[in-house]
């Protein structure tokens, strides 16, 4: 049992280049989400999903785009990367509800910088 | 608006020594309370978790937290500090809305002299 995997973990981009974050999961959680983290703001929501075919958009999901085609995997695709975008990126998931009560597991993060 | 505040950006303490983290919240229902541990190059771990009942709540590695209603707190202790508590520590509220949320706290950093 893996838990929640990332890759890759450290990336360098371009400005305008495009990539994609990979995130899997192998404990059959309906609930998967991204998150950026940036120095003094905590985590913030960028986009999750309740389910294979189902996403929606979190508090800062401008310049990402995200997909759900297999309840375990959930990538996170950057279109035209942008110096703002350098952040850690973490993937999480949960069985249920993200503010019900279960538990989300994080996945290592992504350590993306856009020069 | 929703929102998380951790007062210290940063705690030294001897390790030991017993240690508080403050956390208030601001929203209008009660709210799911949670604490995470993030340590160096690693992702977040839950700690503890309040949803209701009991207000003192139990987590692992030895920590307790308390829900205060009417502080909108939920405070992070511990009696003794080992060495190995040093990390990121982030408080995060849950709450039903039209789409579930999670709103976290800005965290404070714990260091913990030897």
């Known amino acids: 049992n893996a838990g929640v995997t990332q890759t890759p973990k450290f990336q360098v981009l371009k400005t305008g280049q495009s990539m994609t974050l990979q995130c899997a999961q192998d404990?059959?959680?309906?609930?998967m989400s991204w998150y950026r983290q940036d120095p003094g703001m905590g985590l913030r929501l960028i986009h999750y999903?309740?389910?294979?075919?189902?996403?929606d958009q979190g508090e800062v999901p401008n310049g990402y785009n995200v997909s759900r085609s297999t309840t375990e995997d959930f990538p996170l695709r950057l279109l035209s990367a942008a110096p703002s975008q350098t952040s850690v990126y973490f993937c999480?998931?949960?069985?249920?509800?993200?503010?019900?009560?279960?538990?989300?597991?994080f996945g290592p993060g992504t350590r993306l910088t856009v020069t | 608006a929703q929102s998380v505040t951790q007062p210290d950006i940063h705690i030294t303490v001897s390790e030991g020594a017993s240690l508080e983290l403050r956390c208030n919240y601001s929203?209008?229902?009660?709210?799911?309370l949670f604490w995470y541990v993030q340590s160096p190059g690693q992702g977040l771990q839950l700690l503890l978790k309040?949803?209701?009942?009991?207000?003192l709540v139990q987590g692992i590695k030895g920590f307790e937290a308390e829900f205060k209603r009417s502080q909108s707190s939920f405070n992070l202790r511990k009696p003794s500090v080992h060495w190995s508590d040093a990390a990121e520590y982030f408080c995060?509220?849950?709450?039903?809305?039209?789409?579930?949320?999670?709103?976290f706290g800005p965290g404070t950093s714990l260091s913990v002299i030897p």
């Open positions: 309040y949803f209701s009942g009991d207000t």
């Open positions: 995060a509220v849950g709450m039903k809305t039209s789409y579930d949320k999670v709103i």
């Open positions: 404990m059959n959680h309906e609930y």
């Open positions: 999480a998931s949960s069985y249920g509800r993200l503010a019900g009560d279960e538990e989300q597991y």
């Open positions: 999903s309740v389910g294979a075919g189902i996403t």
């Open positions: 929203y209008g229902a009660t709210p799911y």
